[in-house]
Structures are given as structure tokens and as C-alpha cells.
């Protein structure tokens, strides 16, 4: 584990957002090593390799001099390290637009209120929805417009599990929903039938990475 001064980084490279309410804008990213959740989907099992000790300063200069519109710290499991806080602080400092993208395990709580941070909630089809951040719910009802939730859903019963999810827990026009198909696995199609049929306030969203380059590519 790291120092409050430094980060332990996969990568720092420059890519089109892809899953959230900036999906389309170019952005910098930081993908902070390690995760460990084991998740049946995951598309960067490559993070849990080791990454780069660096300090916070020098991940900020990298990930700032590409000056796009936005700036995300993903990972991994980027709130698994305590240096994930005051980079988001320094980059908060420099960028006015500034995001999170966590798998949904570990409360948000102590994240920079200016940042957006973009919180999964893991379905069944993933082996871990028991492990699911409940708390999170609640912080972000509190704090409207700083949050978003993403379910990336692989077939019709992790969508009826959706469903069922967010009116269970009174996320329906309390929270920004969004919701995505794995990709290759469920055809967005369906996915886009069943949200207009059933009326869900939720939005749609496409892995854009993922349709603009080979699924597997790295660093985009
Ligand atoms: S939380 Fe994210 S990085 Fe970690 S295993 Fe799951 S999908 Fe992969």
C-alpha cells in the first residue's frame, strides 16, 4: 500500500470518456494499480499487475498536460489507496472538471465535493453484487449532481435486477442512473427496448471505448 504522497499508477494516457454524463469528451486519465474484487467482466485485469510508485505531483503534471476538458482518476480500485484523496484535491486544483470512476465497494464519502464521481453497481452477473457499497446510495441522494451510477448490465436478469434495485432502494429521480451493456454479451438493442417499455428513468449508455477501438486495446 502507498503514502498519502504517493500513487501506485497503471497508466496515464489520453482517451474519449466513455461511460458517464462526459462520455464523448476527450479526457486525461489516471489508472491507478490494483483492485482485487476478482470481477467476472472486468476489462483491466491488467491493473492488478504492479504498477509505477510515483508522486502525486508528478501523476497531475501528466495527466494536466494533455489539457482536455476532463480529467479521471479510474482504476483498479482507485479508493484502495489513501494517495487517491489528495490527488483528487490536486486535480480538483487544476482542472475544472474532474472525475471518479469507482467499483462501487468502498464508500465515497471522503472524495473532494468537486469532483463527480461515477460509482458502479455490480449486477449479479459480475459473482460480486453482494458486494455492493449501499452506503453510497444515501451520500449521493444528499449531494445531488456529484454522483452517478452505473449498472453494466450482461443480460435480462441483471436488467430485472436493476429494475428492481433502484425502486428497492429509491434511486428513481433521486440519483443519475445510467445504464450500459456488457460489451459482446448483450446486444444494446434489447437493452434499449426493455428500458422504453418499462418507462425506467434511467440513461442509456454504449461502452464508447469499446465500439471505437478493439475492446481489448489498452490505454484508451
Ligand atoms: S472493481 Fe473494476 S477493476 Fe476491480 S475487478 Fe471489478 S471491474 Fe475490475
Redesign the pocket.
Known sequence: MTMGTHILVSEIFHSIQGESSFAGWPCAFIRLAG?????R?????Y??EEGILMPIEEAVRQALSFGAPCVEVT???PLRQPGVYPLLKALCDGSPHVLLE????LPVDRVDPRVLSII?I?PPS?G?AEDNCIENIPIAQRTPGKFEFKFVLASRADYLWAKSFITVHGMAGTCTIIFGAVFGELDPRYLAEWILEDRLPVRMQLQLHKYIWKPDTRGV
Open positions: 483492485c482485487g474484487h476478482g470481477c467482466h472486468c476489462d483491466t485485469a491493473a492488478e482504476g483498479g480500485e469507482t467499483g462501487g465497494f458502479d455490480k459480475s460480486v
